[in-house]
């Protein structure tokens, strides 16, 4: 019990902060049908980006997996503010910790009002959940966007 | 085979048999005691829960123990684990945040207060959630709900304790290995000499 305690007070220890480059190449808006309702038209925003990301530094022996999501947040006009996760890796080893990554939204990214017109720009932000073998959870941030990347107008076919 | 114990028992007399059960509910009761405490101080009705299925995996696997808080007035995140319950469903789900939208609270004419307070934004959020192993999200599992709202979210993950709870999974699956246990437990409760 008392290993398993010095084990879980270990990790705040051995924490460092991983390093990562987050770019977004492109975005586009596409009109769709909605996915309960057949006769409803519901937006639906394709995003593609370039990740590159050190993870290594999370590594310890205390870390069982790294959950790393993609997330764009951004604030409509009315105020509500929105957090939507469009792509996430589990990283299982840290042989895979260096993370590549080119490619698109695994995600459906939507908005509730099920249209992207006057919504304001988003802001993306590559983060990780550090998942340990026994203790604490622990989050962070690995990269941003420098500044945020607005919605194309809505085009009725990719 | 238990004559023994039982001329023991006869030989303590009733008053220490009274004692003994004292003894015993005392246990119960202070076991009781701290799981409504802690209940009240995470603000969740069930503080710590047993992952019943695979679809967080590979982080949580049956029978991990997970400790939960719920604090009334802190919004949800995406990348949190939550477990929620929805009315109808028997049993609570643990899966990750997915989207989270902090709609305002509507403003109904009873409330006098124009400051709308944190815990009011907090219970209106509205949640997506979607298990790692899964390939879905968590609709389907609403059972005909749109988003997930605070009222329907036990609490977050914040600590892991890996397999603990496979005791309570192999009683459930096995109700002998309970009554044995409880069984035992209340014989050498009673029988206890000191």
């Known amino acids: 019990m008392a290993l398993l305690a010095a084990i879980a007070l270990s990790s705040f220890v051995l924490m460092s902060s991983p390093t990562g480059d987050l770019a977004i190449s492109s975005i586009k808006v596409v009109s769709s049908n909605a996915r309960r309702y057949p006769n409803k038209k519901q937006d639906l925003a394709f995003v593609h980006f370039n990740i590159t990301a050190d993870l290594t530094p999370l590594f310890h022996w205390n870390t069982k997996q790294l959950f790393l999501y993609l997330e764009a947040e951004y604030t409509n006009s009315q105020g509500v503010k929105n957090e939507v996760v469009i792509w996430d890796r589990i990283v299982r080893r840290k042989e895979d910790a260096f993370i590549k990554f080119v490619g698109k939204n695994k995600y459906m990214f939507r908005d509730p009002s099920s249209s992207f017109r006057n919504i304001p720009p988003a802001n993306y932000s590559l983060k990780y959940n550090v998942m340990p073998y026994v203790g604490v959870l622990t989050y962070g941030e690995a990269a941003r966007t420098s500044e945020a990347i607005s919605f194309p107008p809505t085009q009725s076919r990719l | ?194």
């Open chain 2, 1 to 194: 085979m238990f004559t023994e114990e039982l001329k023991a028992f006869k030989r303590l007399g009733f008053r220490h048999v009274l004692l003994q059960v004292l003894n015993f509910a005392s246990v119960i009761a202070s076991g009781l005691m701290i799981w409504k405490g802690l209940g009240i101080i995470t603000n969740s009705e069930s503080p710590i829960v047993v992952v019943l299925s695979g679809s967080m995996e590979p982080a949580f696997y049956r029978g991990d123990l997970l400790f939960l808080t719920n604090p009334p007035n802190e919004l949800y995140k995406t990348g949190d684990i939550t477990v929620y319950k929805i009315p109808g469903a028997d049993i609570p789900i643990v899966h990750r945040v997915l989207e989270t939208h902090d709609v305002k609270p509507k403003r109904s004419s009873k409330s006098k207060s124009k400051e709308t307070t944190s815990s009011e934004v907090a219970a209106n959020q509205r949640i997506l959630t979607k298990g790692d192993n899964n390939y879905v999200d968590d609709i389907e599992l609403y059972q005909g709900l749109e988003w997930l709202e605070r009222k329907h979210i036990v609490g977050k993950v914040r600590g892991f304790l890996p397999y603990i709870g496979y005791v309570t999974i192999a009683m459930n699956d096995f109700p002998q290995l309970k009554y044995a246990l409880l069984g035992g437990l209340g014989l050498l409760a009673l029988l206890q000499r000191e």
